[in-house]
């Protein structure tokens, strides 16, 4: 189940890159990212990733951001930050604390397997970000959308190549 919350995190960085960018926040892009510990005892589940991006506008902090994934309307796994980001114009790399919580319920498994026969159309994402930028903060919301909706070709093509290689041999 841990390479499962991986691909879900990598969905989460996967969408922070798309082409629906909130323009609150600006334009970044991130360089390169790897997951740098995960602790699978206790819940909520927690995966710690270093995340190098550039942050071409200016700076911010994201005080709060959930991200959830799941199949039709019924979410399965919640992505949480687990304490406020610090981003600064220009290059930076960071610690992204992430606690993951899974539901256990019928649509678990069905969204596994979604993501293993690579049918973005049917995982849907939603979520919402609080950025606090100088003495003013806004709530971004994420719509529903589908993967499919919600990353450019490229980046989906990544996405599946990452699952195929992290949970093709995962029961």
Do not use: Y
């Not at 892009?29 to 200016?58: C, M, Y």
């Not at 114009?89 to 019928?106: C, F, K, M, Q, Y």
Request: charged share 30%; aromatic share 2%.
């Amino acid at each position: 189940m841990i390479r499962t919350l991986i691909i879900a995190l990598t969905l989460m960085l996967s969408s922070c890159a798309s082409t629906r960018q909130a323009d609150d926040i600006g334009e970044m892009d991130i360089t390169n990212f790897e997951v740098v510990d995960v602790v699978s005892e206790g819940l909520p589940q927690q995966l710690a990733l270093k995340v190098e991006f550039r942050n071409k506008s200016k700076r911010f902090t994201v005080r709060e951001a959930r991200l959830r994934v799941g199949i039709g309307a019924r979410r399965s796994v919640a992505l949480t930050l687990a304490e406020p980001l610090h981003i600064k114009r220009g290059e930076n790399e960071v610690l992204l604390p992430i606690d993951i919580t899974i539901a256990h319920n019928s649509r678990t498994a069905a969204l596994k397997k979604a993501l293993k026969e690579h049918r973005g159309a049917l995982i849907t994402l939603d979520g919402e970000v609080k950025v606090r930028r100088g003495v003013g903060s806004k709530k971004i919301t994420i719509n529903p959308a589908s993967l499919r909706e919600m990353l450019a070709e490229r980046l989906l093509e990544e996405l599946w190549k990452a699952i195929d290689e992290n949970i093709k041999d995962e029961k």
